[in-house]
């Protein structure tokens, strides 16, 4: 019979051949307004493979999420978009270029998208990788992106998440709840029971919420059912891992920006109000474009005239 050192040696000989992964890894994106943010990864160790929540933009984030699979030996079986937006879902196609059997698991919404709101932005990248005066960085990125756009079931799943329940994925049980008309048309957000995790996507997100795509009173209700949810730990779409503390302050901030926005009161009273009931989700650096933004979203999108409000709540009602 083998000592106990014996035992642990063999043990740490075991592990030294295989690596056991860790039950997920959270890989942070970055805020660049300048050049276009990441948003934030989680890779979920599972029985028969990994899953990826979220992919980010730039091929640098790409590469992390890469490296992964490769130190701990085990393939990538699922891409998970919590949403369409290009910060979020650029890296898919790094991924499934070397894990094409991948599942992608998304809502339907990025169909829409690409009729709408991306067929916008299409026509404007095209207009500035026509234009000789476009840096050749921005060139890049901008050529990266249309090669997504170019490359629907990257980002179309075949067979798309039309509601909440329980999946299995590479073996592991989670419970993939989709929200309507919430950050986009169709949000995905997750519960990893066994670590009682939420991964939740740009539902929650620092700096600020972001209402570019999105229908306030449906995003409302999903963080209602993600503070009836049963968790310790939530991963927001940007900035860092959240207890319940302080998800609890965020969507007490949400409520009251909305509420703000649907008062009488300025922008600006507004913005100050975000700021304040923000503090330490931003960066002091990042205080004056917080402001800034969150100014902008009251002024001109939820304040916006009701159809084009409706663009991104019609189906809510
Ligand atoms: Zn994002």
């Known amino acids: 019979m083998l000592k106990p050192v014996a035992l642990i040696a063999a043990a740490l000989a075991l592990s030294a051949v295989a690596p056991r992964p860790a039950a997920h890894v959270f890989q942070p994106g970055h805020i660049d307004l300048e050049r276009g943010p990441d948003g934030n990864t989680v890779i979920l160790d ?16 790409a590469q992390a999420v890469l490296d992964h699979p490769r130190k701990v030996g085990k393939p990538v079986v699922a891409v998970v ?13 790094d991924l499934f270029a070397i894990y094409p059997k991948a599942r992608l698991i998304a809502s339907d919404a990025a169909s829409g998208a690409l009729s709408g709101f991306l067929a916008k932005g299409r026509e404007a990248a095209r207009q500035r990788l026509a234009d000789p005066k476009t840096p050749a960085a921005d060139r890049a990125r901008i050529a990266r992106a249309q090669a997504l756009l170019d490359d629907r079931p990257a ?29 986009t048309e169709g949000d995905l957000w997750l519960l990893v029971p066994d670590e009682q995790l939420a991964v939740v996507g740009d539902l929650v997100v620092a700096p600020l919420p972001f209402f570019d795509t999105a229908c306030e009173e449906g995003w409302a209700e999903a963080l209602n059912a993600i503070a009836r949810a049963r968790w310790t730990t939530l991963i927001p779409g940007h900035g860092a891992p959240m207890s319940r503390k302080a998800f609890n302050r965020w969507h007490k901030a949400y409520t009251r920006y909305v509420d703000c926005a649907h008062s009488s009161a300025t922008p600006q009273a507004c913005a100050a109000q975000w700021q304040a009931d923000a503090a330490g989700f931003y960066t002091p650096a990042e205080r ?25 709540c019609r189906t809510a009602a």
């Open 46 to 61: 599972a029985p028969q493979g990994l899953v990826v929540v979220d992919t980010g933009r730039h091929p640098e984030h």
């Open 155 to 183: 980002l179309v799943p075949a067979d798309p998440v039309v509601q909440s329940g329980p999946v299995m994925l590479g073996g592991r049980r989670l419970v993939v709840n989709l929200a309507r008309n919430a950050a």
């Open 81 to 93: 978009n919590t949403h369409w937006h290009l910060d979020h879902s650029t890296g898919n196609r």
């Open 288 to 312: 004056d474009d917080v402001g800034m933004m969150a100014r902008y979203y009251v002024a001109e999108v939820l304040r916006a005239p009701a159809d084009k409000r409706m663009a991104y």
